[in-house]
């Protein structure tokens, strides 16, 4: 049959219901109406109000690259435990959920929504799906392992730090020095200034293809001057946790200074 | 024996492992997996093989898409257990069953599993019992194996018993050479490439539990005898090589190999007139043809965007209309239990012959294809969708996955690094003949002199005529300084001469010119390998062009394979980026760069769209996405 013939016949078909369905009201009692009048305004409303809540930013990012520790603190803030281990993600963890180390507290305690990116480059794209709703970045680094793996992380940050849904909105960011528990990792002072100086190697060659590359639409620093965290529009702080062993109370109040109960 | 069976979200956490057998696994078999197989969209690949100082594991896995988890069993590679498969899928079923998303224990698990496991291994001995007996359909399958398999030998052709064993034999065989070759350094990874034996056993699962059983110890049979064919084929290969090449040595050695040409092959070599008269004219500087297209930033309207879209749609809706307008909406409102892998074929078909259309390898498209489909089965699917749809958002993310480059890209930063180190930063541009290896160069080195780089240009393709002018042209054009040493030297020496002259007057980058070669070449791959294996260079540059299709699979194959097997190192250099030429050539067939990503796992990290110095681009991963897609 032709579509459009179809499409008339229904049309025919819907005048009819609707004729319908006006006789049906004339009969029902005024009262009946208002009372469900009165239901629909209601449940849209609150749909509305939900809408409205998940708009506002209460997501806290966890990022880092592959193998630094995301995930175990991740389970770390949800379950507090770290069960059997976790294996490299494939995809992101989501949840919201009261922090394991509140819930003994009493009293009304709001739920965060905590998301755990993995780190292999290529997910790194799903990172722009939860950066316009953060309230908060956490960038992980792997503490014991720092040396190697320090470029990358740098550019990682730098990139992080030259989005423009970072920049815009200043979301604050930490930089947590994970794996703190063993002997031989490095302090989270050390960890900043390798990583400042090798972000400030990084300006000076971003910035000379920075019209090209699409993805850093804003410069870091004050141009002339050795690049320091300080210097960004967003607050950059740094702390040491360790996931394996629970201890995770700087990362927790982080989350707690800004997504306020 | 089974080494490990891990079952874990797609999320990272493990949910439960097998803690009987108490041996540690050493390295990290797992992580490896995901990160080199999974994550790279090879999981349509039937087993992975993990090679760690002390151990050699197989690993097997199986999805459970709708729930997001992940199953793999990791065993030692020199046991060819049979009922892996039979056992991750029985595990997959039954943990499916006591799976809870809030729960993160299954202590329980291990009762069920040692049950499932003294099956599967019951199983297993039937039917090492029962084979020697030869059904009627294993006989039959064994038949189709033979001839499916390449005729081996005659030993094939006899009775069933027989070729169990010979099977068997073979297989070992394999693992023996394998383990050789591993020890030789040349590869520590690598994938057997053959249909999911588990995906085929699930399929005909409706028989008798034993014979199903049967197919599935035969699949993996038939890939053994694959396998080791395959090691024939390449030992048959590595024969027939040495003795083809005193053969064209003799030929060719007058000409480039000998260190004294006869006289009047010198009168070739006019490379000594350099600055001549008649090439004055040429003096003008190229200096000011306005800044390279590297930096010019790219601007899409979100018009044309939403255009395509629209366009897409449109296209979409015959589809529709064929299936029956009214069923496919009453489906997509109402949503579909769980995707089939039959559910799926016609959309992964159409999608595959798009992708062939838009000059993808077919090898790749098929690959892909498999690995979207592995990624979508047993997935519900949501309401207001239609299966193309869920298969093209899934087959997108996944080609973004893949054009996203592993590794940094900014070649400026890492002249920067070179450069504290007080040495220059080397680059070998390599690649088949006539794709535009020289041209491209100039490009890279205008681009790179814009950058405040001082760049010095090698020229070490002796072996084409007119390849040094042609460099040297572009170099006077540039106010470049070129090192040259005519056309009758090895290109390995020159290349370290370069070198030492860039370090000598401090030059930042020096850009390595050879020579074109086909894959197949041996004598000029070897060269090849020569000269990477003695400048250890930066960066190995391949040069294809976009034009090409199937053959870029074998391009670049080949160009890894070969400079792994004829290095003399133990860990040998392979291509670390691409440079994709006349891209502007091809319109919106740009499969080129997807095969050639996917198969060197290198990002393309220049395209060159053009004739003149500016002419030099980044690849925009979204827009060729778009492209693919469309």
Same mark, same amino acid.
């Given at each position: 049959m032709d579509p459009i013939e179809q499409f008339e016949e229904w049309k025919e078909q819907a005048s009819h219901l609707w004729r319908v369905a006006m006789d049906h009201l004339r009969h029902v009692p005024p009262t009946q109406l208002y009372a469900a009048a009165a239901i629909v305004v209601f449940t849209t409303v609150l749909l509305l109000s939900r809408l409205l809540k998940r708009a506002k930013a209460n997501t806290?990012?966890?990022?880092?690259?592959?193998?630094?520790?995301?995930?175990?603190?991740?389970?770390?803030?949800?379950?507090?435990?770290?069960?059997?281990?976790? @294996?490299?993600?494939?995809e992101p963890?989501e949840g919201t959920f009261v922090?394991?180390?509140?819930?003994?507290?009493?009293?009304k305690i709001k739920a965060v929504h905590i998301v755990?990116?993995?780190?292999?480059?290529?997910?790194?794209?799903k990172?722009d799906e939860y950066?316009p709703q953060a309230a908060?970045?956490?960038?992980? @680094?792997?503490?014991?392992?720092?040396?190697?793996?320090?470029?990358?992380?740098?550019?990682?940050?730098?990139?992080?730090?030259?989005?423009?849904?970072?920049?815009?909105?200043?979301?604050?960011?930490?930089?947590?020095?994970?794996?703190?528990?063993?002997?031989?990792?490095?302090?989270?002072?050390?960890?900043?200034?390798?990583?400042?100086?090798?972000?400030?190697?990084?300006?000076?060659?971003?910035?000379?293809?920075?019209?090209?590359?699409?993805?850093?639409?804003?410069?870091?620093?004050?141009?002339?001057?050795?690049?320091?965290?300080?210097?960004?529009?967003?607050?950059?702080?740094?702390?040491?946790?360790?996931?394996?062993?629970?201890?995770?109370?700087?990362?927790?109040?982080?989350?707690?200074?800004?997504v306020k109960p | 024996?089974?080494?490990?069976?891990? *079952?874990?979200?797609r999320?990272?956490?493990?949910?439960?492992?097998?803690?009987?057998?108490?041996?540690?696994?050493?390295?990290?078999?797992?992580?490896?997996?995901?990160?080199?197989?999974? !994550? %790279?969209?090879?999981?349509?690949?039937?087993?992975?093989?993990?090679?760690?100082?002390?151990?050699?594991?197989?690993?097997?896995?199986?999805?459970h898409n709708d729930l997001g988890l992940?199953?793999?069993?990791?065993?030692?590679?020199?046991?060819?257990? !049979?009922?892996?498969?039979?056992?991750?899928?029985?595990?997959?079923?039954?943990?499916s069953q006591i799976y809870d998303p809030s729960k993160?224990?299954?202590?329980?698990?291990?009762?069920?599993?040692?049950?499932?496991?003294? %099956?599967?291994?019951?199983?297993?001995?039937?039917?090492?019992?029962?084979?020697?007996?030869?059904?009627?359909?294993?006989?039959?399958?064994?038949?189709?194996?033979?001839?499916?398999?390449?005729?081996?030998?005659?030993?094939?052709?006899?009775?069933?018993?027989? &070729?169990?064993?010979?099977?068997?034999?073979?297989?070992?065989?394999?693992?023996?050479?394998?383990?050789?070759?591993?020890?030789?350094?040349?590869?520590?990874?690598?994938?057997?490439?053959? &249909?999911?034996?588990?995906?085929?056993?699930?399929?005909?699962?409706?028989?008798?539990?034993?014979?199903?059983?049967? *197919?599935?110890?035969?699949?993996?049979?038939?890939?053994?005898?694959?396998?080791?064919?395959?090691?024939?084929?390449?030992?048959?290969?590595?024969?027939?090589?040495?003795?083809?090449?005193?053969?064209?040595?003799?030929?060719?050695?007058?000409?480039?190999?000998?260190?004294?040409?006869?006289?009047?092959?010198?009168?070739?070599?006019?490379?000594?007139? #350099?600055? $001549?008269?008649?090439?004055?004219?040429?003096?003008? /500087?190229?200096?000011?043809?306005?800044?390279?297209?590297?930096?010019?930033?790219?601007?899409?309207?979100s018009d044309s965007e939403t255009e395509e879209d629209e366009d897409e749609r449109k296209n979409n809706k015959p589809d529709a209309k064929k299936k029956g307008w009214f069923s496919s909406m009453f489906q997509s409102i109402a949503g579909k239990t769980n995707l089939e892998k039959s559910d799926l074929e016609p959309a992964l078909k159409a999608l595959?012959?798009r992708?062939?259309?838009?000059?993808?390898?077919? =090898?790749?498209?098929?690959?892909?294809?498999?690995?979207v489909a592995?990624s979508l089965e047993g997935k519900k699917l949501g309401s207001f969708t239609r299966i193309s749809s869920t298969v093209q958002a899934a087959m997108e993310e996944?080609?973004?996955?893949?054009?996203?480059?592993?590794?940094?890209?900014?070649?400026?930063?890492?002249?920067?690094?070179?450069?504290?180190?007080?040495?220059?930063? +080397?680059?070998?541009?390599?690649?088949?003949?006539? #794709?535009?290896?020289?041209?491209?160069?100039?490009?890279?080195?205008?681009?790179?002199?814009?950058?405040? #780089?001082?760049?010095?240009?090698?020229?070490?393709?002796?072996?084409?005529?007119?390849?040094?002018?042609?460099?040297?042209?572009?170099?006077?054009?540039?106010?470049?300084?070129?090192?040259?040493?005519?056309?009758?030297?090895?290109?390995?020496?020159?290349?370290?001469?370069?070198?030492? =002259?860039?370090?000598?007057?401090?030059? $930042?980058?020096?850009?390595?010119?050879?020579?074109?070669?086909?894959?197949?070449? %041996?004598?000029?791959?070897?060269?090849?390998?020569?000269?990477?294996?003695?400048?250890?260079?930066?960066? #190995?540059?391949?040069?294809?062009?976009?034009?090409?299709?199937?053959?870029?699979?074998?391009?670049?194959?080949?160009?890894?394979?070969?400079?792994?097997?004829?290095?003399?190192?133990?860990?040998?250099?392979?291509?670390?980026?691409?440079?994709?030429?006349?891209?502007?050539?091809?319109?919106?067939?740009?499969?080129?760069? /997807?095969?050639? +990503?996917?198969?060197?796992?290198?990002?393309?990290?220049?395209?060159?769209?053009?004739?003149?110095?500016?002419?030099? &681009?980044? /690849?925009?991963?979204?827009? *060729?996405?778009k492209?693919?897609l469309k």
């Amino acid at each position: 049959m032709d579509p459009i013939e179809q499409f008339e016949e229904w049309k025919e078909q819907a005048s009819h219901l609707w004729r319908v369905a006006m006789d049906h009201l004339r009969h029902v009692p005024p009262t009946q109406l208002y009372a469900a009048a009165a239901i629909v305004v209601f449940t849209t409303v609150l749909l509305l109000s939900r809408l409205l809540k998940r708009a506002k930013a209460n997501t806290i990012v966890l990022t880092g690259l592959s193998g630094s520790g995301k995930s175990v603190l991740f389970y770390q803030l949800r379950d507090g435990s770290t069960h059997q281990g976790t @294996v490299t993600s494939m995809e992101p963890n989501e949840g919201t959920f009261v922090l394991h180390g509140e819930t003994t507290k009493k009293g009304k305690i709001k739920a965060v929504h905590i998301v755990d990116v993995p780190g292999h480059s290529r997910l790194r794209p799903k990172l722009d799906e939860y950066l316009p709703q953060a309230a908060g970045v956490v960038f992980v @680094v792997d503490a014991l392992d720092f040396l190697p793996n320090c470029r990358a992380a740098s550019e990682y940050l730098y990139d992080l730090l030259t989005k423009g849904s970072v920049v815009k909105k200043k979301v604050p960011l930490l930089i947590l020095c994970n794996k703190t528990d063993k002997v031989t990792a490095h302090t989270k002072e050390f960890i900043r200034r390798q990583m400042e100086k090798e972000i400030d190697k990084l300006r000076t060659s971003r910035s000379a293809i920075s019209e090209a590359d699409i993805t850093n639409e804003f410069t870091l620093g004050v141009p002339g001057e050795p690049f320091t965290f300080t210097q960004c529009s967003n607050k950059v702080t740094t702390a040491e946790a360790s996931g394996l062993t629970g201890e995770i109370s700087q990362l927790e109040e982080f989350i707690r200074e800004h997504v306020k109960p | 024996m089974l080494e490990q069976l891990l *079952i874990f979200t797609r999320g990272g956490l493990i949910l439960w492992s097998c803690n009987e057998f108490g041996n540690a696994l050493k390295g990290s078999p797992i992580d490896t997996l995901i990160r080199s197989c999974l !994550l %790279e969209e090879r999981s349509g690949a039937a087993s992975y093989n993990y090679d760690a100082p002390g151990a050699a594991y197989s690993l097997k896995w199986t999805f459970h898409n709708d729930l997001g988890l992940v199953f793999v069993a990791v065993y030692q590679r020199i046991l060819h257990l !049979l009922y892996v498969d039979d056992l991750l899928a029985m595990v997959k079923r039954e943990f499916s069953q006591i799976y809870d998303p809030s729960k993160t224990f299954y202590g329980d698990f291990d009762e069920i599993f040692r049950q499932l496991k003294v %099956e599967a291994e019951a199983r297993a001995e039937d039917l090492k019992k029962a084979n020697p007996l030869g059904g009627g359909v294993n006989k039959k399958q064994y038949h189709k194996a033979g001839s499916e398999g390449g005729s081996v030998g005659g030993r094939k052709s006899s009775n069933g018993a027989l &070729k169990n064993d010979g099977g068997d034999a073979d297989a070992d065989d394999a693992g023996g050479k394998k383990g050789h070759k591993l020890e030789n350094g040349h590869s520590n990874v690598n994938f057997v490439a053959a &249909k999911d034996a588990n995906l085929k056993n699930s399929g005909s699962v409706n028989g008798k539990e034993n014979e199903s059983s049967n *197919i599935g110890a035969f699949d993996v049979n038939k890939l053994q005898k694959l396998r080791a064919k395959g090691v024939n084929g390449k030992k048959a290969e590595a024969k027939v090589a040495p003795k083809a090449e005193p053969v064209k040595k003799a030929t060719k050695k007058n000409r480039v190999w000998d260190d004294s040409p006869p006289e009047h092959e010198s009168k070739l070599d006019f490379t000594d007139h #350099v600055g $001549d008269d008649g090439d004055r004219n040429v003096d003008f /500087l190229a200096k000011e043809q306005g800044e390279s297209m590297m930096d010019k930033e790219e601007v899409f309207s979100s018009d044309s965007e939403t255009e395509e879209d629209e366009d897409e749609r449109k296209n979409n809706k015959p589809d529709a209309k064929k299936k029956g307008w009214f069923s496919s909406m009453f489906q997509s409102i109402a949503g579909k239990t769980n995707l089939e892998k039959s559910d799926l074929e016609p959309a992964l078909k159409a999608l595959k012959d798009r992708l062939m259309t838009k000059n993808v390898a077919e =090898e790749i498209a098929e690959k892909l294809c498999e690995s979207v489909a592995a990624s979508l089965e047993g997935k519900k699917l949501g309401s207001f969708t239609r299966i193309s749809s869920t298969v093209q958002a899934a087959m997108e993310e996944a080609l973004v996955r893949i054009l996203t480059p592993r590794r940094s890209i900014d070649i400026l930063r890492d002249v920067h690094t070179a450069k504290e180190q007080r040495k220059p930063y +080397v680059v070998v541009f390599v690649g088949v003949n006539g #794709v535009g290896k020289s041209t491209n160069l100039a490009k890279v080195a205008y681009w790179l002199q814009e950058h405040n #780089v001082s760049v010095m240009m090698a020229a070490c393709d002796t072996f084409r005529s007119g390849a040094v002018e042609q460099l040297r042209t572009h170099a006077r054009r540039l106010q470049i300084p070129i090192f040259e040493k005519g056309y009758e030297k090895d290109p390995a020496v020159v290349a370290k001469e370069a070198i030492q =002259e860039a370090t000598r007057n401090g030059s $930042d980058v020096v850009l390595v010119d050879t020579a074109g070669r086909m894959q197949d070449n %041996e004598p000029l791959m070897r060269a090849l390998s020569k000269l990477i294996y003695l400048n250890s260079p930066d960066l #190995v540059l391949f040069v294809g062009e976009a034009l090409v299709g199937n053959d870029a699979v074998d391009q670049l194959s080949k160009f890894n394979q070969k400079l792994a097997d004829l290095s003399a190192s133990s860990t040998p250099r392979l291509i670390d980026g691409i440079l994709l030429t006349k891209f502007d050539t091809i319109d919106d067939k740009v499969g080129a760069a /997807l095969s050639m +990503v996917y198969i060197s796992g290198a990002p393309v990290m220049f395209v060159g769209c053009g004739q003149s110095y500016t002419d030099l &681009k980044k /690849l925009n991963v979204k827009s *060729i996405v778009k492209t693919l897609l469309k």
